[in-house]
């Protein structure tokens, strides 16, 4: 057995014996953990990055919203963790879903679609939810370096009703949304020398443009949705108004506006909480080399 597909088992297992008390408690023990372990220059560059979107000009808030951001992961990690004691027949249980009815149309007339999200709150448990009220989730993973890792992943995202698939070409994703699948993607990240700019915090930011280049060509609307856990522990899902380009609109003019409606929910979600997304990435390396290069 691959050695860290066993520690992650392990730990997955005394999650699931603990009370749910003892769970949050391992959760903040975690979190107080991975913030030991985040070097300096990586909690640096999120504060660095909180201050450039302008959402404080305070040092020290900013400082406290990176904290909190790296603090999260530990609950992130054992919610998952305790995945097999989901009630996979009762997801309403564990969450309220604003805007279903978008969804719901997409399933009665059989069509697939393209769910825009990002690294914002337990995105995992988003996936998981999504699947647990029955929509036909294929969730696009990224190959993880580590094999017992990945293998972990996996299989407990398997485990709520997911179909899981790596990054691929878009013939096999062009396949899943024509058979109906709601094709998951994380669009918040850098893509490298690849993508367009499209303003996100009043900055022109390259942008990956894999969503709206699906739409597109598979005539297929993009849906946002993002997760936020309230106060008593109960999740809000919130999902947008499917966003289908202007018909009168060339190929890119159809290409940024897509982008840039899914940049601006995306925006207006972390502006308000902005505690839980992933400052921790370099969201603008590769757009600040294309500006040196200007």
């Not at 709150?121 to 999504?130: I, K, P, S």
């Not at 370096?145 to 485990?159: A, K, P, T």
């Not at 709520?160 to 709601?182: H, N, P, S």
Request: aromatic share 10%; proline share 4%; charged share 30%.
């Amino acid at each position: 057995m691959n050695v860290t597909y066993g520690i992650m088992k392990g730990l997955a297992k005394i999650a699931c014996n603990l009370s749910e008390e003892k769970a949050n408690y391992m959760g903040e023990l975690m979190g107080r953990l991975f913030l030991k372990l985040i070097p300096l220059k990586r909690k640096q560059i999120s504060i660095q990055n909180i201050l450039r979107t302008e959402i404080t000009d305070d040092i020290k808030k900013a400082e406290e919203i990176a904290k909190s951001s790296v603090l999260r992961f530990g609950p992130m990690c054992v919610s998952m963790f305790r995945f097999p004691l989901l009630d996979k027949k009762n997801p309403s249980k564990y969450a309220n879903i604003e805007g279903k009815e978008y969804l719901d149309e997409l399933v009665k007339n059989k069509k697939g679609c393209i769910l825009a999200t990002g690294h914002s709150g337990n995105w995992e448990m988003l996936g998981a939810l999504l699947a647990m009220y029955g929509y036909p989730l294929l969730s696009v993973a990224m190959k993880q370096s580590n094999e017992g890792f990945d293998r972990f992943l996996i299989e407990y995202r398997s485990l709520t009703g997911q179909k899981i698939e790596y990054k691929t070409g878009v013939r096999d994703m062009y396949r899943c949304l024509k058979e109906g699948y709601f094709v998951a993607l994380l669009c918040d990240q850098d893509p490298g020398k690849t993508g367009i700019l499209s303003d996100f915090f009043n900055i022109p930011t390259l942008t990956a443009t894999g969503p709206a280049h699906l739409s597109l060509l598979c005539d297929a609307p993009v849906v946002s949705v993002m997760i936020h856990q309230e106060k008593n522990k109960k999740y809000k899902v919130k999902i947008w108004e499917p966003i289908k380009a202007e018909k009168n609109l060339s190929k890119k003019e159809s290409i940024k506006q897509i982008t840039d409606i899914i940049n601006k929910r995306l925006e207006e979600w972390i502006k308000k909480y902005p505690e839980e997304w992933f400052w921790l990435h370099r969201r603008w390396k590769s757009t600040d080399r294309l500006n040196k290069k200007a």
